[in-house]
């Protein structure tokens, strides 16, 4: 079949990039292969030093009438890439694609159907993991249908695999894009800003249509910054969870506790015996932290009535004659 026949439709595909000579070229292949093929893809290069803008440039005349747009910045890593491609995107609706990762021929097609049928703001999906010892089916849309409030499961878990993601351009500004301020988890923390609004509606949908490649060493490195991350992100939309399943301090201590057995756990499979004794060693200081910042009014007034009840019994003996007085005894 003829690439340049298939369908299209308004979509800005959002790809950030690094170092991503070796996988670019799989990558734009997977979007040039789609059933439904998007209008544009941006490339946002994050300060590569090897020949990915090279590969970008010898795969251009293979796109097949879908407009290949690349831009650059200094390398301020992926949160701060994805934004710089956000602000050349045309589209009403983007997807993102991560450079090493690749979709499914009918990904967009079927996200698409599935937004149109639901009336979702949001969708995403499964996806496979491939990894030296083999691909694993990983499931998202199970944590989604599960949940009795799938916000709350998506603050749990994290479920929403960036490179599966497709979203109305508009949420992802009122969100305020991703904040590459946090050290880690600025997609995670973008998802949460979009689904926690009262007025989204999203949807995770059971079809592997991604196949994510696990970069060996990836799933253990930064683990101190995805932990640091991890507690801000937290902290931030804890007040989305007013009013939901669960509760505010039980949900956000449940998070707490979770943020620590992944950093905890990432550091053992690192052999980092020491540095995972610490971080299930900081979990309780966490945990008063967070009742601290959620609580830090309440906690204060129990304090200041806790020591005035205190004072009033220890001198009830002055005390007692005033109120009789003023007729409150």
Not at 46 to 59: H, K, R, V
Not at 313 to 319: A, D
């Amino acid at each position: 079949m003829n690439t340049t026949s298939k369908s299209s439709a308004d979509v800005s595909v959002i790809v950030p990039a690094y170092r991503a000579e070796a996988t670019i070229a799989r990558m734009l292949a997977s979007i040039t292969t789609q059933t439904i093929r998007p209008h544009e893809v941006i490339i946002a290069d994050d300060g590569s030093d090897d020949g990915t803008l090279a590969a970008i440039e010898a795969y251009r005349e293979h796109m097949g009438g879908i407009e290949l747009k690349v831009v650059s910045q200094e390398n301020l890593g992926a949160g701060a890439a994805r934004n710089l491609a956000l602000g050349e995107a045309t589209s009403d609706i983007v997807a993102f694609l991560d450079a090493d990762d690749e979709w499914m021929p009918n990904k967009l097609e079927r996200s698409l159907a599935v937004m149109a049928e639901t009336g979702a703001d949001l969708v995403s999906h499964d996806y496979v993991a491939v990894a030296d010892s083999g691909e694993q089916v990983m499931s998202c849309a199970r944590h989604f249908k599960a949940a009795r409030d799938p916000f709350v499961s998506q603050y749990l878990r994290g479920y929403i695999a960036a490179s599966g993601v497709v979203v109305k351009r508009d949420r992802v500004s009122q969100a305020g894009n991703f904040d590459d301020g946090i050290p880690a988890g600025q997609d995670f923390d973008l998802w949460l800003a979009i689904t926690g609004r009262p007025d989204v509606r999203f949807h995770i949908f059971d079809e592997a249509l991604m196949r994510y490649h696990v970069i060996p060493g990836s799933i253990t490195s930064r683990i101190d910054e995805r932990l640091r991350g991890g507690m801000k992100i937290l902290l931030r939309h804890a007040p989305s969870l007013k009013g939901r399943p669960g509760g505010v301090l039980p949900t956000t201590l449940a998070r707490v506790v979770i943020v620590h057995m992944q950093a905890t756990s990432a550091h053992f499979a690192a052999e980092h015996s020491l540095a995972a004794l610490r971080s299930l060693a900081l979990m309780p200081l966490s945990i008063l932290g967070v009742v601290g910042v959620l609580y830090r009014r309440p906690l204060l007034w129990s304090w200041v009535i806790g020591m005035t009840g205190l004072y009033g019994f220890q001198f009830r003996g002055y005390i007692d004659p005033i109120l009789k007085v003023v007729g409150l005894r």
